[in-house]
């Protein structure tokens, strides 16, 4: 399972993952018209008929629970991947600022609404895709209320919360058989890198193979709670603040 697959990196985890014998791809999505057309574009580059979408607005509680509830089947790999990076500070119909919704919560929500089905599946895994852009976080404002907003400080602090509650998942699932790490994947010409104001200088197959390699390799399934860059492990220096890891988790949690 994977979000983000209609984005620029996405697309290309899900064609990677697709193209690797025995795997079948399930897109969340958003917007039904882009993931259909994703979907067969797929199905036609790696002739792979097991791919398909579901519907979740990852940015609302919702969908995600929805999700949670109507799904059946094993779920072996969770890549978290969506996010967005708005110029202007917004809130989703929740009432939360949109980056923090999409890029942390949503990572947060996901992992936690479908940890019944990943301990299930074990061993199973899920991928952070993170950023090296990353830093900032103000525990006292996640959500740019009491800061000025800018999208470049909102998403750096996004990228960092990405990596703590990586840690602060593995803590919790490692002994139920899920394994969870977090990535930088590449720097990608995307709408959320030109929304950041920069082109990126790599290919979007580039950007998916370290979070591709997270899900499919076996350093993916036994690391736990680690930080790659380019395939290697990256010591983070923001999880070593052990309580501002689980004043975040504890934070997320209660919304
Ligand atoms: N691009 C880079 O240089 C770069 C560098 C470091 C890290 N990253 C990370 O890589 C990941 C992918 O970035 P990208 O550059 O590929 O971005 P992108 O092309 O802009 O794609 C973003 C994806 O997220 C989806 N999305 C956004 N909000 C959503 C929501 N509320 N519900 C469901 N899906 C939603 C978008 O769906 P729609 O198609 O419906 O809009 C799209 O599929 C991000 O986590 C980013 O932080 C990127």
Known sequence: MLTGGTGAIGQAIARRLA??????????????????????????????????????????????????????????????????????????????????????????????????????????RVVNVASYWAGGLDLDDLEFKRRKYHNDAAYRQSKQANRMTTVAFAERL????????ACHPGDVNSVLSNNLGFGGHETPEQGAKTPAWLATSDVGGVAAGRYFERQREVICPFVRDREATEALYAACESY
């Open 19 to 124: 193209a690797t014998p025995g795997y079948e791809v399930v897109l969340l999505a958003r917007h039904e018209g882009r993931a259909k057309r994703v979907v067969a574009a797929l199905q036609r580059a790696t002739a792979n008929p097991r791919i398909r979408f579901e519907l979740v607005d990852v940015s609302l509680r919702g969908p995600i629970d929805a999700l949670a509830e109507r799904w059946q089947e094993p779920v072996h790999v969770l890549i978290n991947n969506a996010a967005v990076t708005p110029r202007a500070r917004c809130e989703t119909q929740e009432g939360i600022e949109t980056q923090f919704a999409t890029n942390v919560l949503g990572y947060f929500r996901l992992t936690q609404a479908l940890t019944p089905h990943l301990v299930r599946s074990a061993p199973a």
């Open 174 to 181: 490692t002994i139920r058989g899920v394994s969870v790490n």
